[in-house]
């Protein structure tokens, strides 16, 4: 089959990871081939000299998405389409601002949409909600206009998914870590040596409203008045986000934005996951935190314990003083932290490995290449 896979229109974000593992997997299918379309986010780390004869990349770069922007993302891509005349597309992530020709599939990763009660809803102002419901409805339209089937990474999305955009055509593919994370290669450090007694979360995203990330200044003043001083957070935001939003302080340290790659090594210069997020449908941070043997402190939000399980320690969102409680008592206990680890590596035999999650995709787009009912 000639299989399209289009990234062109994602930038930046957790979705570019998930296109990237998916990309590379598909090394493991040489009976297609593969076209893909790449945009600014994939291309920043992807190398196409890695790649068989069967690959094929075209690359491209819309910019900021608008609604204008929209029109011509379609045009461009409907002439490209019928140079390549694929047998079927694959979208990871979505809207694809792309109605095409071959059957599409498009994955689901809005959380914030699914999860309207969120309490990142409830803090926003009037002109905020309005924004945001009409940015909804305009995805919606999209979704509906373009997908032919829905990758979601979890059940509770998935029935979300069949409701809000009245379908049955919906797949669950879970997510996981990418495969750099079972045969990770140690980068050059991004932190200076540790001092004696510090423990290090780190929280891997870029800067999103939902993610949360103003609450660790405030866990960190917490910790301080009950006299934890030796704990650091690494972040790796742009630096115009991190002044914006964070600030210059003792205890938070920013290493900016980190190639897909080099994340494990990252990982490995810490002691555990910080992840104060308030919305999502999946947050891959959770099964890489696994597979590097970190322990996990997070929101106790259900999309949360539903993808940890048992391997990770819980405290109420946005609650810096819950936050604090729960860091101190895993900071403080070795014993819980081999716990949430051990946990950790049976929680991620119920997620698809990067190899299985291609593969569901592959079959799905046979399936609707060759117009059978799935």
Known sequence: MNILIN??????????????????????????????????????????????DNFHFQHFDFGVITLAKTF??????????????????????????????????????????????SLFQEQLNWYQKIRKELKRRLHYYYFKRDADYFVVQTDDVNQRVRQALDTDQVLRVTNTASSYYTDW??????????????????TISS???????????????????????QVEFVLTLKEQDFQTHIGAQPGIINVGPVRPEACPSLYQECDALFLPTLAECFS??????????????????????????????FYEAKNARAAAEQIE??????????????????????????????????????????????
């Open 7 to 52: 990234t062109a229109h994602q930038r930046f974000g957790g979705a570019i990871q998930v296109a990237l593992s998916f990309i590379h997997e598909c090394r493991h299918f040489p009976q297609h081939n593969y076209y893909v379309w790449v945009g600014p986010g994939v291309r920043k780390s992807l190398r196409e000299q890695d790649f068989p």
């Open 72 to 117: 011509r993302i379609h045009n461009t891509l409907s002439q490209v389409e019928k140079e390549v005349q694929p047998d079927c597309i694959i979208a990871t992530s979505g809207p694809s601002y792309f109605h095409s020709q071959a059957p599409q599939i498009v994955g689901f990763n809005l959380g914030l949409y699914i999860y309207s009660n």
């Open 185 to 202: 290669t140690a980068y050059p450090p991004k932190l200076s040596p540790k001092a004696k007694g510090t423990f290090r979360f780190i």
């Open 207 to 229: 800067y999103y409203a939902h993610k949360n990330l103003e609450l660790i200044p405030e866990v960190l003043r917490e910790l301080q008045s009950r006299g934890i001083t």
């Open 284 to 313: 891959a941070s959770y099964p890489e935190a696994m597979s590097m043997e970190k322990p996990i402190v997070t929101t106790d939000l259900g999309f949360a314990r539903s993808i940890c399980g048992e391997a990770a320690l």
């Open 329 to 374: 008592r895993l900071i403080h206990d070795q014993a819980l932290q081999k716990d949430l680890i051990t946990k950790g590596k049976e929680q991620l035999k119920a997620f698809d490995t990067p190899r299985e999650r291609a593969e569901k995709y592959l079959a799905l787009c046979e399936k609707l290449g060759k117009g059978t009912t799935v």
